[in-house]
């Protein structure tokens, strides 16, 4: 088990093995990770006081950060999410389908619903209900248009691009592309 994965109070996370996860996402406690999904760089889901549960095929892009409130705000993530990077994701339902845009932050007790779209960098508040087939936007997310068939179309290709993706470097396919540098030789690689 990775150092990153890690017990509380005796539940260890729960991840299907065809995840990707990357080296240094931290997934702590009660968290159930569905099949085809993926956590990518630098994310943090902890699942301390309540459970985080995430469903096939989702995908949380590079920092974002998954928490939970006390009962009864546990995450509740469907199949076929997209997450931006640095999301902040609190005690909250997230239902199938759905995308979170980049740098947005969704509290206790919101629901987004299915298919429903948060624009980068809005906050929906705790309580508040997104709306299936709608683009919500700002500080606080309010809905701003219904989506359109370019919208629909990024949400239907999103999660299968990110399954193959994950698969990828999952399966250690991009070695002959890249690999890790070390400092010393990163110094040669500059000079």
């Not at 902040?88 to 995308?99: L, N, Q, Y």
Request: include cysteine; charged fraction near 15%; aromatic fraction near 4%.
């Amino acid at each position: 088990m990775s150092s990153h994965i890690i017990a509380f109070r005796g539940v260890t996370p729960d991840i299907a093995p065809d995840c990707f996860i990357a080296p240094n996402a931290a997934i702590i406690g009660a968290v159930t990770i569905g099949a085809g999904s993926s956590i990518w760089f630098s994310c943090v889901l902890r699942g301390d006081v309540n459970a985080i549960r995430i469903g096939r095929n989702s995908n949380l892009q590079d920092g974002t950060v998954v928490h939970v409130g006390d009962p009864p705000h546990s995450v509740s993530i469907g199949n076929n999410v997209l997450i931006g990077h640095l999301a902040m994701i609190h005690g909250c339902t997230i239902e199938d389908g759905a995308f979170i845009g980049m740098q947005s932050m969704v509290l206790d007790g919101a629901v987004i619903e299915k298919g429903a779209f948060v624009a980068a960098g809005s906050l929906v508040p705790p309580g508040k209900r997104v709306t299936a087939g709608h683009l919500w936007a700002g500080r606080p997310a309010r809905p701003i248009r219904k989506l359109t068939e370019k919208d629909l179309h990024m949400l239907a290709v999103g999660a299968p691009h990110y399954v193959a993706l994950a698969q990828e470097f999952r399966q250690g396919e991009t070695d002959r592309d890249c690999h890790i540098v070390q400092a010393d030789d990163a110094e040669g690689a500059t000079g």
